[in-house]
């Protein structure tokens, strides 16, 4: 049996559960962070092989948890920081065009097709040079 009562678990559970809808389905950040995801990759490891190190050496039920939990937080901001690289603007965040920081290929303007008629309309009036 663990030695976590049932209100502090239920509270633990909101908290991973609203960090997880947070970093997948919220607002992206405003810029990203790779190399600071990938640290807190690391560290999501290292909490995961700690928390499960405790487990297993019998070090305690709750400290164990608690590490997969910091663990499992850690890879909520990861992820939340990296979704700004890949956000294209489309998305319903209400932000108004991600924060990407132009890392995409640039796509050229729109085509301008009144000037084009009214320069192929010039050519049309000039004659060929021969």
Excluded: N, Q
Excluded at 23 to 44: D, N
Excluded at 86 to 110: F, N, Q, S
Aim: include cysteine; glycine fraction near 18%.
């Amino acid at each position: 049996m663990s030695a976590l009562p049932v209100l502090p678990k239920v509270a633990l559970a909101a908290v991973v559960c609203v960090s997880m809808w947070r970093a997948f389905l919220g607002a992206p950040a405003p810029a990203s962070h790779r190399g600071a995801a990938r640290l807190l990759l690391v560290i999501t490891a290292a909490c995961y092989g700690g928390g499960a190190a405790v487990v297993i050496g019998g070090g305690g039920d709750l400290l164990g948890s608690l590490l997969i939990v910091a663990g499992i937080e850690a890879s909520c901001v990861a992820a939340w920081l990296v979704r700004a690289a890949r956000d294209d603007g489309g998305g319903d965040d209400g932000g108004g065009g991600g924060g990407g920081g132009g890392r995409g290929p640039k796509l050229p303007p729109p085509i301008d097709w009144e000037a084009f008629d009214r320069a192929r309309r010039a050519w049309e009036r000039t004659p060929a040079a021969r």
